[in-house]
T-cell receptor
Framework: SQTIHQWPATLVQPVGSPLSLECTVE??????LYWYRQAAGRGLQLLFY??????ISSEVPQNLSASRPQDRQFILSSKKLLLSDSGFYLC?????????FGQGTRLTVV | GQQVMQIPQYQHVQEGEDFTTYCNSS?????IQWYKQRPGGHPVFLIQ?????EVKKQKRLTFQFGEAKKNSSLHITATQTTDVGTYFC?????????????FGTGTLLAVQP
């Protein structure tokens, strides 16, 4: 069966520090991969999606970037975090239409 | 761009009362999905509706897709404390480089025992 791993679960980072969140999917090939962000008490904002290795589409201009170095690996990065980058980051993958989410990373920028 | 709105944003009910959340898209959808996010958790897929006017039931939950495929609703009969969480609809339009889901704004349900 397919599983999605996302880590770390929580992260506290100072303003200006770099960020790297990693997500891996098991049990499927060539999945569509996504990064979402959810501000406290708010909805899900799609940040990036990828249909294949090295193929990244950005949905909103921001301080973040994404990379897909391997078929089932999706990385969210930032060179310098801002306070406004705080939030709940969710990696997800989809098979045809249904989307499956990772456990999420709660990022607090201080 | 495509927008998916949900109402209400928040609802507080007494245990045993019914609850309904409504989802409206600015464009016609190929399908609509519903997800539930428990407090502190991640969204979990509940169901997908594809056909115009489709109605599906999962125990006390009833999901409906509008005739014009631009709106949907989720109705919970006799709420329980386990129903607490945020319910998101998500609409999809086929086409383009990928099939992106556009999530609704969510409805937070609080159930008082």
């Amino acid at each position: 069966s397919q599983t999605i791993h996302q880590w770390p679960a929580t992260l506290v980072q100072p303003v200006g520090s770099p960020l790297s969140l990693e997500c891996t999917v098991e049990g499927t090939s060539n999945p569509n991969l996504y990064w979402y962000r959810q501000a406290a008490g708010r909805g899900l904002q799609l940040l990036f999606y990828s249909v294949g290795i090295g193929q990244i589409s950005s949905e909103v201009p921001q301080n973040l970037s994404a990379s897909r170095p391997q078929d089932r690996q999706f990385i969210l990065s930032s060179k310098k975090l801002l306070l406004s980058d705080s939030g709940f980051y969710l990696c997800a993958w989809s098979e045809v239409t249904v989307t499956f989410f990772g456990q999420g990373t709660r990022l607090t920028v201080v | 761009g495509q927008q998916v709105m949900q109402i209400p944003q928040y609802q507080h009910v007494q245990e045993g009362e019914d609850f309904t959340t409504y989802c409206n898209s600015s464009t016609t959808l190929s399908n609509i999905q519903w997800y539930k996010q428990r407090p502190g958790g991640h969204p979990v897929f509940l169901i997908q509706l594809v056909k115009s006017g489709e109605v599906k039931k999962q125990k006390r939950l009833t999901f409906q897709f509008g005739e014009a495929k631009k709106n949907s609703s989720l109705h919970i009969t006799a709420t329980q404390t386990t129903d607490v969480g945020t319910y998101f609809c998500a609409g999809m339009n086929y086409g383009g480089a990928t099939n992106k889901l556009i999530f609704g704004t969510g409805t937070l349900l609080a159930v008082q025992p």
